[in-house]
């Protein structure tokens, strides 16, 4: 009697947290227009119990704004703005180029061109209501663009984008200013061809790490290229990374444990004629630059890239980027741009993966450009659209946003358990498979029955998606298999067994009392 007391009140507490979790979270899955000529959201911050996206607005002379939309936390629009100058374009930035500042405002960093085609790194300073505090426009004879910015703890600003030192020669480039744009020191970084600064971050010792890609160094095409400099921006050391092929600009954070994560993609190989076949790329680095831990996610697609990485306060990694879908595709798995989030261990193993669209039609395009945590413990991304029939409007471009809960879920409850990267779930009720006891005290046994030899491979998984316990990946005969697991040692709670045979995936639930 007591255990079965016990039982029911597990269940019931499961229950009820299932319930509160899946009314706390809130879901959206929005396409947004500036002023009916289309647009792009590339960044997203968390504020005031909703958002803030920066991108481009379009108008309907072709010339493009720089715009800010404010959505409350439903993703219901507020208000939205346009920034223009005369005779000038602006551009939408890049991931996560726009940033709040510590008086409560915000800076965004991102370029503006002439009509001759002159590009110019252009800086806005913004108060609380998204009004123009001030503007900065950097240039030199030769182009020069803004990819990101970060707020200093002297309340200035670092930018770090691209500076063209000659008709030739190409660097990455960190501009620091004071609070008031006063340019203090800007400092160069790359070799004799090309390296375009991506991303920036500060880092505990009061200095910068710094993501691009470089054709001076490495192999073959462009590389993933990283820089550590010190806190007046001298350099101190570089690592490339890549192959024979294109490889991503970098995407780099700090971790709580004093080292960087890293994200980009890498092309593998290349089809005929000349089509690139990328994985995404996470890395952890040490403070010096040594590797820590280097692996590939995914299917080989046409595209794959980080635009956005993350520490999850329990250590876990989360990724939100871009890769092509297989619908429509030539050869497969070249298809249109779809975005996708990964989530990982503090060891780089994948927890979960999923990919994203607004416009479904298969040969629209749904770019994922930026995604932060949110405060119920989800995400939040932004990008934006093109729409190709049977999508409508056919042709025009517009800002995305979506938010997804901790699992990606765009739905509550879509999935009790994850899906692995490049294998397809099966439904948890498959009647080939059942698992006893359950509810245990200690062991359980999985039994199973297949049709041909199979590799079969097992992992446990807490609440979280930590692995708990695992199983080998080895051959089993067809027929009636048996494997028995040991739970002794694991806590009282709800657990998930996630056993792949071949390239399926069954989940089934698993209560330890």
């Known amino acids: 009697m007591r255990i079965q007391c016990k039982i029911k009140s597990i269940l019931f507490l499961l229950l009820l947290i299932i319930v509160l979790k899946s009314n706390a979270q809130i879901y959206f899955n929005n396409r947004y227009n500036y002023n009916g000529f289309g647009g792009d959201a590339p960044s997203i911050i968390a504020i005031?119990?909703?958002y803030l996206a920066a991108g481009g607005s379009y108008t309907s002379t072709g010339i493009s704004?720089?715009?800010l939309l404010r959505i409350d936390s439903l993703g219901n629009l507020l208000w939205k703005k346009s920034y223009a100058k005369p005779f000038h374009y602006y551009y939408g930035g890049y991931p996560s180029s726009l940033i709040q500042t510590t008086d409560g405002g915000f800076a965004f960093a991102s370029i503006i061109?002439?009509?001759?085609?002159?590009?110019?790194?252009?800086f806005f300073r913004f108060?609380?209501?998204?009004?123009?505090?001030w503007t900065k426009q950097i240039g030199t004879t030769f182009f020069d663009l803004g990819a990101q910015c970060r707020q200093t703890l002297d309340k200035g600003f670092v930018i770090v984008g691209t500076k063209g030192m000659s008709s030739t020669n190409i660097d990455a480039t960190l501009i620091k200013m004071d609070s008031l744009g006063n340019i203090q020191w800007q400092k160069n970084y790359g070799g004799t061809d090309e390296e375009y600064g991506y991303s920036v971050e500060l880092t505990p010792d009061g200095g910068y790490i710094i993501g691009s890609y470089t054709k001076s160094f490495?192999?073959?095409?462009?590389?993933?290229?990283?820089?550590?400099?010190?806190?007046?921006?001298?350099?101190?050391?570089?690592?490339?990374l890549g192959g024979l092929y294109f490889d991503a600009p970098a995407v780099v954070k700090n971790t709580a444990d004093g080292n960087y994560i890293v994200g980009c993609?890498?092309?593998i190989f290349q089809l005929p004629p000349g089509l690139d076949q990328a994985k995404i790329r996470v890395l952890k680095m040490n403070s010096s630059g040594g590797i820590i831990w280097d692996k590939l996610y995914g299917t080989p697609r046409l595209a794959a890239g980080a635009n956005n990485i993350h520490e999850l306060p329990d250590g876990s990694i989360i990724v939100g980027g871009l890769t092509t879908d297989t619908v429509n595709s030539t050869p497969v798995g070249n298809g249109f741009p779809q975005g996708f989030i990964l989530k990982l261990n503090s060891l780089g193993d994948s927890i979960w993966y999923r990919n994203y669209k607004k416009l479904t039609g298969g040969y629209s395009e749904n770019y994922l450009m930026d995604?932060?945590?949110?405060?119920?413990?989800?995400?939040?991304?932004s990008g934006f659209v093109s729409a190709l029939p049977p999508d409508t409007p056919a042709g025009q471009q517009d800002a995305w946003i979506f938010k997804v809960d901790g699992c990606g879920c765009l739905i509550p409850n879509c999935d009790s358990i994850c899906n692995y990267l490049g294998v397809n779930p099966v439904e948890s009720n498959n009647q080939d498979l059942i698992i006893y006891p359950n509810p245990t005290q200690s062991q359980i046994t999985i039994e199973f029955n297949i049709f041909e030899e199979k590799n079969v491979?097992?992992?446990?998984?807490?609440?979280?998606?930590?692995?708990v316990k695992s199983t080998d990946n080895k051959a089993f005969s067809s027929g009636l298999n048996k494997i028995e697991i040991d739970l002794s040692e694991l806590s009282s709670g709800l657990f998930f067994a996630q056993i792949q045979i071949g390239n399926k995936v069954i989940s089934k639930k698993i209560i330890r009392i």
């Open 65 to 67: 704004e720089m715009g």
């Open 218 to 240: 490495g192999s073959g095409d462009f590389d993933t290229y990283i820089v550590k400099a010190d806190s007046n921006g001298n350099q101190q050391w570089q690592k490339v």
């Open 127 to 133: 108060n609380k209501f998204g009004d123009t505090l």
């Open 265 to 267: 993609g890498k092309t």
């Open 48 to 50: 005031d119990s909703g």
């Open 113 to 122: 061109e002439d009509t001759l085609g002159n590009d110019d790194i252009i």
């Open 371 to 381: 995604i932060k945590p949110t405060s119920d413990d989800g995400f939040v991304c």
């Open 457 to 467: 491979s097992i992992e446990i998984k807490n609440i979280l998606g930590q692995v």
